[in-house]
């Protein structure tokens, strides 16, 4: 079945703009969560999304937004772009979300801020 | 979710057996062991999971101390393809998908 597919895989931004990047999860899963991987502060938690509710929230301020469709499809929102903004934007899906349950990851979306 | 404790980076020779040792001393009883690894420019790929047993799959092997505060994930025979950020988690939440990382442990396979 295919696995987690990110959109774009690249992009490079404006401070001040904001962008959307899109996750599609496997088929059938519900649970959605989305990281942020830079080289100072590694993979850090965003937030997860199960049908179509926030969950879970990480500690990011409130420039960083998502949501999730009715088909699990999700999207998360970065509003005012800054430079500490780029990164790698990984997404992972699972059926449940549970802690027994195994998580795919995407391949991530590169986001540059110039 | 509770913290672990990795080496920041171990080396094997290729076809030999890769010991990757955790620390968790401060698990609780229902947190489940983690693991995941990142290939270069991929996303984190999971490697397997257990609660208390020992656990095997066709990837790799993970022992779970008796205490459980501690872990190893075992690679029977490296390849240059396991080069990769093993990360080893706890999952605290009772619902809810929010992997803490920690740095990792960064493993070269020498040819």
């Known amino acids: 079945k295919a696995g987690v597919t990110q959109t774009p895989r690249y992009l490079i931004k404006t401070r001040g703009q904001q962008v959307t990047l899109s996750c599609s999860p496997i088929s059938g899963h519900r649970s959605v969560s989305w990281y942020q991987q830079t080289p100072g502060q590694g993979l850090q938690f965003l937030f997860e999304?199960?049908?179509?509710?926030?969950?879970n929230k990480g500690n990011f301020p409130g420039r960083f937004s998502g949501r999730q469709f009715s088909n699990s499809r999700s999207e998360m929102n970065v509003s005012t772009l800054e430079l500490g903004d780029s990164a790698l934007y990984l997404c992972a899906s699972s059926s449940d979300g549970q802690m027994n349950t195994e998580a795919f990851f995407g391949q991530g979306t590169r986001l540059t801020v110039v | 979710d509770a913290k672990t404790t990795q080496p920041n980076s171990m080396e094997s020779n290729e076809e030999e057996p890769v010991h990757l040792p955790c620390n968790h001393s401060t698990i609780s009883g229902t947190d489940y062991i983690h693991w995941y690894r990142q290939l270069p420019s991929q996303g984190p790929e999971y490697v397997i999971h257990?609660?208390?047993s020992n656990v095997n799959n066709r990837m790799a092997s993970l022992a779970i101390a008796e205490d459980r505060k501690s872990s190893t994930l075992i690679l029977h025979r490296a390849t240059l393809r396991d080069a990769a950020v093993y990360y080893c988690i706890l999952r605290r939440t009772s619902y809810g998908q929010n992997f803490v990382f920690g740095p990792g442990t960064r493993l070269s396979v020498l040819p």
């Open positions: 999304y199960f049908s179509e509710t926030q969950r």
């Open positions: 257990g609660l208390t």
